[in-house]
């Protein structure tokens, strides 16, 4: 279930993942799953040299735990299903450090003292990638991998047109669309995701204030309120077709049993549709 593992806890978070990559390959590197989750975390709280701590209410480590969490639980289940390209470790690894960072372009350099991160959401995207490819770069990552996880993270642009991303081969895409799935799912599927969406209501009115061109259009709310009562229409018209369709129903290996089993992402997902819906006065549908 999704509130099984707290994920406001860093250490819960990590503990699971550990366990689940233990589980996948006895003869991973044991140092993996700590290590990564110790780089992100350093990077949030501020101990990167040129980076402040992350002061985005909403993107903030907790959002990248609900990710990592789900994403790890989908790739456990595809691994199980013994679909092809099977998963590799390597791959395993490289899509955990791509949606530990997909969201490291909300961080501002110690000198940027205006306003919250949020003001980068129209170009986070492409700052995530930027900082994931510099950062891994240092630790001694290979350019190859360092391109893969900046090409995994492109999957989470909300208007990345997906088959202009050059991966490297069929299993980074499959990641990447993991990736992508596992970053709206994670969000949505939150017990207290209807009583954080004026945060993001609140991110999305600074966004819009430093947006120009199309990207305006993407944070056009008048309140948290309008927000609010777009959610349903932005479940069904937007993230349903998009899992279902662009990242090829890679959500259906969080069914347990999988196939026909219980989604519960999906489920919890659907409660919370349901509770926005009672909201009074629907506005028009996006």
Request: net charge negative; with cysteine; charged share 25%.
């Amino acid at each position: 279930m999704p509130g099984r593992v707290d994920t406001r806890n860093s250490g819960a978070v990590e503990h699971e993942v550990r366990s689940i990559y233990a589980a996948l390959f006895p003869d991973g590197d044991r140092d993996f799953v700590p290590r990564a989750f110790e780089w992100v975390t350093q990077c949030f709280r501020g101990d990167h040299p040129e980076y402040q701590p992350i002061d985005a209410r909403y993107h903030d480590l907790e959002h990248t735990l609900q990710g990592a969490l789900c994403m790890t639980r989908l790739l456990q289940g595809r691994h199980g299903s013994g679909i092809e390209p099977r998963l590799t470790v390597k791959a395993f690894e490289l899509g955990m450090l791509a949606i530990l960072f997909h969201d490291t372009g909300y961080l501002k350099r110690r000198d940027d003292l205006e306003g919250t991160g949020a003001k980068y959401t129209a170009i986070h995207v492409g700052r995530s990638a930027a900082f994931a490819r510099e950062f891994l770069v240092q630790k001694g990552y290979a350019d190859a991998d360092a391109l893969a996880v900046q090409n995994m993270i492109s999957c989470t642009g909300i208007s990345t047109d997906l088959q202009a991303i050059r991966f490297q081969n069929e299993l980074e895409r499959t990641v990447g669309y993991a990736l992508g799935t596992a970053d709206l799912l994670g969000q949505m599927a939150a017990p207290d995701y209807v009583e954080k969406l004026p945060v993001l209501f609140a991110e999305f009115a600074e966004a819009a204030h430093h947006a120009t061109g199309n990207a305006t259009r993407l944070f056009a709310f008048e309140s948290a309120e309008a927000l609010m009562r777009n959610t349903p229409a932005f479940w069904e018209k937007y993230v349903r077709p998009k899992i279902d369709r662009d990242f090829r129903g890679l959500y259906a290996f969080l069914s347990d049993p999988y196939p026909e089993g219980p989604n519960p992402y999906v489920q919890q997902i659907e409660r919370n549709v349901a509770r926005l819906r009672q909201q009074p006065a629907a506005a028009p549908a996006l």
